[in-house]
């Protein structure tokens, strides 16, 4: 294996920048996108197992690339120093054993070694010097979150302080520039240094904490067990971390800070002091706090950690967007074909024929409109935000949605197929919804010389279950293809086929929303098949 990255594995933010890094992994070895984020998954349930029971844990990315030039692998590794690792087999290994090409988990005396093989399709086109462009850009990679950047900083500073001990004004300098706080205590709890950012914190100096023990910054119910755990620790001579709630002395608030205490030991290996970092991880303990709150959230943990940024301000623009959809749009266009329709109706008669083409080309155009506005509110409100899988029987799903184009399956003598569809779990509105826009779609583009004939049924893929949707419409050149499933995208005329160009859009968007996949194929003139592939587990 050639080694691409490393990632220690210390909390439960670690997971963060190991779910990141996969994907990006995966991303330069050309990975689709839901791919990427299988591997990933896959690396953070094994990341999680070992920060839990593990210790002294190291999470190595690179790829196998000698076993032949035909195949290629993405590995993720992990090294751990606990033996007894093994006998914490637990549904994470379970759950991420399922989701690689191969899983193997190899003990020695020393350690455990957990190896993740993910296959590269098209991996012929991977070389030497790809691989180093990859290691490359790891290597210059900017820290991509706070907690990555303190980390980085914090081991940097350790790493100084061994070169700096007889230089205290350098050390002091350095650790004031850091936005934590640095500390170092004796064997009795009493801080023998810390950074300008202790007082800034809590308003008190070294010297004031050291006579108060720290009584007037823990809570009441923290302050016992804060000083036991601390003793625990001195008598073991073991470094350790723990999450405890600080005052702030300029709000008064108690905020969530993540302490981390580790020995300092002289040539004979006893312990002289003890030094370590106070971090600012509040933001983190209430966002965890509102994952737990929310079952749906809860499960979806993973990729909210890396999607909460992109996913916050997606859902503010959405959200903006439906606000004026709503009320700036909606309100006036409504007006425009209400007083055309009156104008039309009452003044026809004194309007010659030119100006009753321009109504009707307003009229025309405002009904377009209104429709344009109808589906983008739709696309808009395809998000996982509330929603809840529910077993559902895919047959009542394709009934449902023909009942809907009753009238216009009845006007073009359309005959529709569908043979028997599995029962998975989905969001039913959702699917339901892309199953009428794939049908209406097959009776709309379908060859005037003959009448519609749409076939639906499944076909198991692996893990995966396929829906396709097979018609003998005009079909379609297949170099569109990676135009058709985005917004207003049309490959015909408006005025031979009616339409705004947003319903594959929305197809495409339910599909994602299943952590699934939706393309196509087609020639002109002989029909489409449209390929729906979903996890037979949703």
Known sequence: MQEITRITLDTDMDLVLVHKRTMKLGELAGLSLASQTTFATAASEVARHVIEYGHNAVLILGIRADIKDSEKFLIAKVLDRNINLTEKINENLVYAKRLVDHFTLDRTDKSIEITLEFRIPGAHKIIGSRIEQWISSFSVEQPVSPYDEIKRKNKQLQELAEKLKASETQYRDVTNALPLIIFSVNQEGELLYANSWLKTLTGYEATELNENKWKPVLREQEFTFAWENWWQHVTEGTSFKRELELKNILTGDFIWHLVTVMPVTDETGEVTYWTGSIVDIHAQKV?????????????????????????????????????????DLQEPLRKI???????????????DERGKLYFGNMMSASQRMTQLIHDLLNF???YRENLHLVKTDLNALATEA???LDLAIKTKH??????????ISVYPMQMRQLFQNLLSNAIKFSDEKRAPCVKVYAEANGKDVQLIFEDNGVGFEEKYLDKMFSLFQRLHSREKYAGTGIGLAICKKIADLHNGTITASSQPGNGAKFILTLPSVA
């Open 380 to 382: 808009s409100r395809i």
């Open 414 to 423: 359309a005959q529709i197929e569908v043979s028997q569809l599995p029962v």
């Open 402 to 404: 023909m009942n809907d």
């Open 337 to 351: 074909v209400y007083y055309s329709d009156y104008l039309n109706k009452h003044y026809s008669e004194q309007i």
């Open 287 to 327: 966002m965890e706090q509102t994952l737990r709150d929310n079952k749906e959230l809860k499960e979806m943990k993973l990729l909210l950690e890396e999607k909460v940024g992109e996913l916050n301000r997606s859902n503010q623009e959405l959200e903006q967007f439906a606000y004026a959809a709503s009320h």
